[in-house]
């Protein structure tokens, strides 16, 4: 099913899992789609590997925990950030290195201390190589941590890349 990109959220410059500047890093994008969902496009590398050519098993968890945590700022007005209270994930499939991979996050729940959410990571053939389940504590950023948004260079790069619309098979 093919669905409208209708925002891209911030990228920052050292994070593991957007960090355009991290060396060692995912530098996952994040897309809104029209269907109130997240999805975040990354490529891992040799880096991200557990057995040789497959993810990380942590970093699925990872991704899954960032992308689910990120969907509670789809149409909010403040900045208003997850703290991951409990996250289960099921692994299902190998997930290869050096591929396109998309994770889709959405919030299934909702009060004014806490949401919770779901997600898949997707191979390339559409098929669901895990699923994650978080709780969170809804949290103003300046209560988390110290953060410079300047410093951190936490702006929305767009890019000639980036997709009007994908396709969730």
Not at 85 to 96: C, D, L, N
Not at 133 to 151: S, V
Request: hydrophobic share 35%.
């Amino acid at each position: 099913m093919i669905h409208r990109v209708v925002g891209k959220q911030q990228n920052s410059k050292m994070c593991f899992l957007c960090g355009l500047k991290n060396p060692f890093g995912l530098k996952g994008e994040f897309f809104e789609l029209d269907n109130n969902e997240l999805i975040c496009i990354f490529k891992p590398s040799a880096e991200h590997q557990s057995y040789p050519g497959v993810l990380h098993g942590g970093i699925t968890t990872a991704v899954l925990d960032e992308t689910i945590g990120r969907a509670i700022m789809i149409n909010s007005k403040e900045e208003i950030w997850g703290v991951t209270i409990e996250f289960k994930t099921r692994f299902k499939k190998q997930i290869p290195l050096d591929e396109e991979l998309r994770v889709i996050g959405r919030i299934t729940s909702r009060t004014n201390r806490t949401f919770e959410g779901t997600g898949e990571l997707l191979l390339p053939n559409g098929e669901v190589a895990a699923s994650g389940f978080g709780k969170y504590l809804r949290m103003p950023l300046n209560k988390i941590a110290d953060f410079n948004p300047d410093e951190q260079e936490w702006k929305v790069v767009k890019s000639a890349k980036d997709p009007e619309a994908i396709d969730l098979y």
